[in-house]
């Protein structure tokens, strides 16, 4: 095909195809490849109208520059070079390629053998190079022009110790909300409509986290079932939204989410995928980056160059160790930072990031460029801290300025409340910032991104009515998804008639709420556990773009929506629940109390051996808010209220003896899962004298009467109190 196009020869940056007013520069990173062609499409991507060699190869960059190119045009390229997977190189001029840098594609991706850079099936399997043209098949690219008035748009910068996470996905949230009209369900601009918005403020999270929206591919063994990648976690490019996820615009519907998110004061952070792309193994399709240079874009086998190292799980694993691969990664960083104003990532299998020939690297280059980044070290950065490499658990190993998930902190509040004894040492490390994994290099609580569900396993409602997963619709003979659910049915596999086995299951997901959200660090609900949804006990709904994955707001549990509201209100009304520092143990200025006090049963300080019990399913503590905080800039001290909060995982009521007045004269109570309509809510306990913590349930009560020894106003003492707990009270 010949170019009837006058081409100049353009700059070798940016990256990608930048519209500048009058012509469009095209620039492409191959390193090893030896010619470059510009394939231009027609309006609708269904005829190439033309093709152009890039003129240029300037520091491995091939460019040109269309001075009578608009955006709106639709591209792609086909690279030239040897086909040698042995020597790591697989070009394939056959097959048309995705620009890694496009910001928009057009056109849906249709699975054809086309697609594959040898013929499969045949015995030579991928050594011998195919010649099918796979452009009929293929999305396009799309320049676009990005210009956008954003007016006042402002990040809200939701401090670290106020952030509240809420895990949604674009499509789950808005498909079936009633609020959303046809046309913007399951798109961004749905997520921009009043009841959604509204949803999330009642509520009161400060952060939206949405599951990915890069432009993505859903596996063939899933189009062959008539099956989706719902979730997401299978990138081809990182600078462009996923079709299905705009309606109008491909950046403008993305930036009206977020301006009209700001607006209301919810922070948006995208979980992205630089872990692996869609191209797989080496038996996968070309389509971007295998094609354009092979052996730059992917960690390839230390046992040959054919094969591709697989951290990953899914075939294959970026190769960031290369300048060119990292510095694609953190212009995408920037891209989605500073033109698309989003406020954090989350990093999925980010220790697969920072891999080196030694395994996991400290001081990787990716780390190390995140950190001196003066846009992307600013934001919220959080790692899910491991991988399936052998060494890839990495859980409070990630440098400071970063939050990580926290995998033991759900194990380990899900196993406490199956009921499993000699856990509660290392519960109250999570219940309190985890500082034996984080409490290092200067990190704070924060440091740790709680958890008890999330994308990835059961809803909340699943955890307590299933304890097998139940993944049959993924059509993968249940096989799919993890066998460590730590969950239990409360006595009932899935829905039981017994009216005893549903109170005990809605008495437990407010137990794991409530345990989540008065914990120290940060917490993260997933979207829908604060309504009692459920997947039917699938826990690995990757590919259940339907009715199983999305949320049902006609479904509403309202009784533990307003539980979940009540909460998070608590939280944020109490700093003493959210300290900006990890507890030491040691008394508050000024006052004779602790900053945190671990009590038994009966009422005394907890020792070595009460540690130790391994049939112990209880435990109790005192959260001193004398001194909770100090405001970085004044100095001054954030005084708070002190809280006892009482854990009772045990099958039989555990009486506790309050703690003696030296801790308080008398305590309120706020509330106990146990009294879901809180009917007992705001009575009033005296020092020394039992509470009766009912079997599997949670208490938080507040010191309404002063300390033993310390003057007050005897106008101030709490109404309401029994004779028996006023008579306590005078100890």
Known sequence: MTSRRRILPGLPYPLGATWDGNGVNFALFSAHGVKVELCLFDRR???????????????????????????????????????????????????LLLDPYAKAYVGGFEWSDSHFGFRPGTPKLDLVADKRDNARF?????VLDTAFTWGNDRRPNVPWPETIVYEAHVRGMTMKHPGVTNGMRGTFLGLTQPGVIDHLRRLGVTTLQLLPIHAMIDEKHLADRGLRNYWGYNSIGFFAADPRYYSASPHGDFKTMIGRLHDSGIEVILDVVYNHTAEGNHLGPTLSFRGIDNLSYYRLGPDGKRWYEN???????????????????????RYWAEEM????????????????????????????????????????????????????????????????????????????????????????????????????????????LNFVTCHDGFTLKDLVTFERKHNEANLEGNKDGTDANYAWNCGH????????????????????????????????????????????????????????????????????????QTLIRLRKDHPVFRRPRFFEGKRLPNSPLKDIVWITPEGREMGHADWTTPFARSLGFVL????????NLTGREEMDDTFLVLLNAYHEAVPYVLPPPSLGRSWELVLDTFDPAGRQAGTHWAAGITYPLGQRSLAVLRRSGGLRGVPRDDSSSPSGMRRDESEGDKE
């Open 624 to 631: 001193g808010g004398e001194s909770c905080a100090v405001d």
């Open 311 to 333: 951290y990953s799980g899914c075939g294959n694993v970026l190769n960031l160790a290369h300048p060119r691969v990292l510095q694609m990664v953190m212009d995408s960083l």
């Open 493 to 564: 596999e899935g829905a039981s008639p017994y009216p005893e086995v549903t109170a005990l299951r809605a008495r437990q997901s407010r137990n794991l709420m409530a345990t989540l959200l008065l914990s120290q660090g940060v917490p993260m609900l997933l979207a829908g556990d604060e309504m009692g949804r459920s997947q039917k006990g699938n826990n690995n709904a990757y590919c259940q773009d339907n009715e199983l994955g999305w949320m049902d707001w006609s479904q509403v549990d309202e009784d533990l929506l307003a539980f979940v």
């Open 341 to 448: 104003h989003v406020d954090g990532f989350r990093f999925d299998l980010a220790a697969a990031l920072v891999r080196g020939k030694g395994g996991f690297d400290h001081s990787s280059a990716f780390l190390d460029a995140v950190r001196q980044d003066p846009v992307l070290s600013k934001l919220k950065l959080i790692a899910e801290p491991w991988d399936l490499g052998g060494d890839g658990y990495r859980v409070g190993r990630f440098p400071p300025g970063w939050s990580e998930w926290n995998g033991r902190y759900r194990d380990t509040v899900r196993r406490f409340w199956t009921g499993e004894g000699g856990v509660i040492g290392d519960l109250a490390s999570r219940l309190t910032g985890s500082s034996d994994i984080f409490g290092w290099g200067g990190r704070r609580p924060w440091a740790s």
């Open 45 to 95: 991507g269904l005829r190439e109208v033309e093709r152009v060699e890039l003129p240029e190869y300037t520091d491995e960059v091939w460019h040109g520059y269309l001075p009578d190119c608009r955006p709106g045009q639709l591209y792609g390229y086909r690279v030239h070079g040897p086909y040698d997977p042995n020597e790591g190189h697989r070009f394939n001029a056959h097959k």
């Open 138 to 142: 293929m999305p396009k690219c799309r």
